[in-house]
T-cell receptor
Framework: DAMVIQNPRYQVTQFGKPVTLSCSQTLNHNVMYWYQQKSSQAPKLLFH???????NEADTPDNFQSRRPNTSFCFLDIRSPGLGDAAMYLCATSRDREVYEQYFGPGTRLTVT | KQEVTQIPAALSVPEGENLVLNCSFT??????LQWFRQDPGKGLTSLLL?????REQTSGRLNASLDKSSGRSTLYIAASQPGDSATYLC???????????FGSGTQLTVLP
């Protein structure tokens, strides 16, 4: 089945140790999104790619970066994780900006020790 | 800046009841509105998408309505079942960047 896949599902990292989260999609969608969701809060958009065009949200910390080497894959890099970065990270895709419905992966739960 | 409010924050009902979840948003200039379901510790599952030109959308026991001018949407769940227990999130799509803004959700518990 076509889907959005995130790896790993659970990630533990140490304070300040760089970590990379992975997202892949078999939907051949042009747009990929990364959201951060802290406990009992709404998901918050960090950035998105429209094809190779990177769009950063104004309040996304510089500590968060992303790469999209091809249509299928997108990575979230956290350069120096702090305790406040512990959260669920959700990847989503949509076919394009006009056909809008977003499809989400299962998420990666990040713990920072 | 779009702000989304969902009421109630939590709801507990006996199995079989019909129920309504409410969503309000401050910027009525939306393109679409999407309703999602989130199970504990899991990702989001899209339930319904209502385009701004539509008044309602139905899928099985779910019916979502949209009143764009007043900044409101409702999700109606008919004949609720324990398997419907989850957090329900609404997210209007607005702004030049076509960004989804999420509410904090309504946590639904359906008791057997």
């Amino acid at each position: 089945d076509a889907m959005v896949i995130q790896n790993p599902r659970y990630q533990v990292t140490q304070f300040g140790k760089p970590v990379t989260l992975s997202c892949s999609q078999t939907l051949n969608h042009n747009v990929m999104y990364w959201y951060q969701q802290k406990s009992s809060q709404a998901p918050k958009l960090l950035f998105h790619y429209y094809d190779k065009d990177f769009n950063n949200e104004a309040d996304t910390p510089d500590n968060f970066q992303s790469r999209r080497p091809n249509t299928s894959f997108c990575f979230l890099d956290i350069r120096s994780p702090g305790l406040g970065d512990a959260a669920m990270y959700l990847c989503a895709t949509s076919r394009d900006r006009e056909v809008y419905e977003q499809y989400f992966g299962p998420g990666t739960r990040l713990t920072v020790t | 800046k779009q702000e989304v409010t969902q009421i109630p924050a939590a709801l507990s009902v006996p199995e079989g009841e019909n129920l309504v979840l409410n969503c309000s948003f401050t910027d009525s200039a939306i393109y679409n509105l999407q309703w999602f379901r989130q199970d504990p510790g899991k990702g989001l599952t899209s339930l319904l998408l209502i385009q701004s030109s539509q008044r309602e959308q139905t899928s099985g026991r779910l019916n979502a309505s949209l009143d764009k001018s007043s900044g409101r949407s409702t999700l109606y769940i008919a004949a609720s079942q324990p398997g419907d227990s989850a957090t329900y999130l609404c997210a209007p799509d607005s702004g030049s960047a076509r960004q989804l803004t999420f509410g904090s959700g309504t946590q639904l518990t359906v008791l057997p």
